[in-house]
């Protein structure tokens, strides 16, 4: 098994930034997730209630080497914007159901994002201490700690199970009597890391996986959301691949497909590294 693609997200449900390397410790791949969005309430707006997220652009020195600020933002038909981290005071959040803090960027940030999503409600935040965010899940260790990704640090999905998932999709359309849609990319479910090279779904069974020089530790799978059903390219929607995941894959009532990692070393990846799980 070999590592086909990594990637970074710096501000939570904005635009995939694929990169060839990154820096990995216990918080995760260095400049992921270290920006979301909020509404006026502090509670984490995503590209689940707001699709125009996904038309935005936001590039880090991880991510656009050379890059000499902290953030910047694009988006078709808006000047971009360099955003600095900010010093503001900390202010409380809510994602999911967890408690978080974070500091708001400068007042240009907020209505920059305003103007490119068209929702007026929101404001840019910047996770200043991503120690700071621990778990209390049965899963969860002392120490385990990230910045604002949805539960564990690290995202892995496999190509050989999103071929046997587009397999499956396939052969129910056409039970119903329907065309077989293209085939779903990975880019679906949005992983810091992308493998193949082994049997589809062998990933669920792993403990403790190295990927180059860093060993980490699998703590669960991942239960997939309807974001999963949301086009980036066209915004539009589908009942895929929730509807074929509940069918092969629904367990305890939610629906699985890649699973979460936690580093237990910091290191770097890169794309063409072995994947070996550890007995």
């Not at 809510?94 to 400068?106: I, Q, Y």
Request: charged share 30%; aromatic share 6%; proline share 9%.
């Amino acid at each position: 098994m070999k590592v086909t693609g990594l990637a970074i997200h710096p501000v939570k449900s904005t635009a995939i930034r694929p990169v060839s390397t990154a820096s990995v410790s216990p918080g995760g791949f260095a400049g992921d997730r270290r920006w979301m969005v909020v509404d006026d309430d502090g509670t984490l707006v995503s590209a689940r209630e707001l699709r125009t997220l996904f038309r935005v652009t936001a590039d880090t020195p991880e991510t656009e080497p050379g890059l000499d600020v902290p953030l910047r933002l694009r988006s078709r038909g808006f000047d971009p914007i360099d955003v600095a981290e900010p010093d503001t005071a900390l202010v409380d959040l809510r994602m999911h159901g967890n408690e978080l803090r974070g500091r708001p960027a400068a007042e240009s940030a907020h209505e920059w994002i305003r103007a490119a999503t068209g929702r007026a409600d929101l404001r840019l935040i910047w996770c200043d201490d991503p120690t700071r965010r621990t778990f209390e899940r049965e899963w969860a260790r002392p120490g385990d700690h990230a910045a604002y990704t949805d539960s564990c640090p690290v995202t892995l999905a496999s190509l050989a199970s999103l071929r046997q998932l587009n397999d499956w999709i396939a052969e129910g359309a056409v039970e119903r009597g329907e065309e077989p849609p293209a085939p779903l990319p990975i880019e679906r479910f949005r992983p810091n890391v992308v493998i193949d090279g082994e049997l589809p779904f062998a990933e669920d069974d792993w403990s403790e996986v190295r990927i180059g020089e860093v060993l980490y530790r699998k703590p669960k799978r991942v239960d997939r959301c309807v974001m999963t059903t949301i086009s980036p390219d066209d915004l539009s929607s589908s009942k895929e691949p929730i509807r074929t995941l509940a069918k092969h894959r629904l367990v305890d009532r939610a629906t699985w497909f890649a699973i979460h990692l936690i580093p237990l070393e910091a290191g770097t990846i890169a794309v063409g590294d072995a994947v070996i799980p550890q007995p």
